[in-house]
């Protein structure tokens, strides 16, 4: 699903990920951690597509990276969903068209499309948001309307990034929940946190794996978390 053989990424200065070799399979469940500033957020663009490495190679679904036309850059971004980590809404439109918004762009606001939206907003707890704005909305309904938006196309891999910051433990445990229901629906994540008692809660209940950021690398870390 994502090979990434010898990857390195560096904005301009210094290599800021190095050496990164890593085969991510379908249905596996990761967590990214590393200190502020250690390249998840980038890590998780290069798994997406958006940047593309400056050395090595990456392939998603099979395909090159550097070597993908814009199709087939469109195609591998339909099968992947992101949440951002600063859970941006146009903030002049409904919650529930705002997680249509993928739909809309793809021209597939058909009424199938119509009710898996409505069964998404009640999956996430959002039905009765559905007509609230976005300024009105709480954190952690902007947090799981984001995960909304980012699963609405059906995507095979969901990349989360800081999905459970700025919201009360409570509030993480379900999206956390909403994370692991996703994957026991077979779609791959990768979870960016900071958060520890995050990942160790999660290793409760799903056989997650952890990769850590240290010193440009990108490791798999222990069992002992
Ligand atoms: N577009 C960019 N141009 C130049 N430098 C950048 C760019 N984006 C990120 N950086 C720098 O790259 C480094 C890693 O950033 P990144 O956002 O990937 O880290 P992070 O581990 O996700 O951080 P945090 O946990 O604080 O979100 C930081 O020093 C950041 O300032």
């Known amino acids: 699903m994502i090979e990434l053989n010898n990857v390195a990424y560096s904005y301009g200065g210094g290599e800021l990920l190095s050496e990164i070799d890593l085969t991510i399979q379908p249905g596996d469940f990761y967590f990214l951690t590393g200190p502020s500033g250690a390249g998840k957020t980038t890590f998780l663009k290069l798994c997406y597509g958006d940047l593309t490495p400056t050395a090595g190679e990456a392939r998603l679904f099979g395909q090159d990276v550097r070597t993908m036309d814009r199709d087939a850059h469109a195609m591998?971004?339909?099968?992947?969903?992101?949440?951002?980590?600063?859970?941006?809404?146009?903030?002049?439109?409904?919650?529930?068209?705002?997680?249509?918004?993928?739909?809309?762009?793809?021209?597939?606001n058909d009424l199938e499309q119509v009710a898996n939206l409505k069964e998404l907003l009640s999956w996430v707890g959002l039905k009765q948001r559905a007509k609230a704005l976005p300024p009105e909305l709480s954190g952690g309904e902007r947090q799981r309307a984001a995960l909304a938006r980012a699963v609405i196309m059906s995507p095979d891999l969901v990349l989360a990034d800081e999905p459970t910051g700025n919201v009360d433990w409570e509030m993480s445990q379900r999206l956390l929940q909403l994370l692991i229901e996703l994957n026991k629906m077979g779609k791959t994540v990768i979870i960016a946190t900071h958060d520890m008692n995050l990942i160790r809660a999660a290793k409760a209940k799903v056989q997650a794996r952890v990769l850590r950021i240290a010193n440009r690398h990108v490791q798999l870390a222990g069992a002992d978390l």
């Open 76 to 108: 591998t971004r339909r099968r992947i969903g992101v949440v951002h980590q600063d859970c941006d809404f146009l903030d002049h439109l409904p919650l529930a068209d705002n997680v249509a918004l993928p739909l809309t762009v793809s021209d597939r």
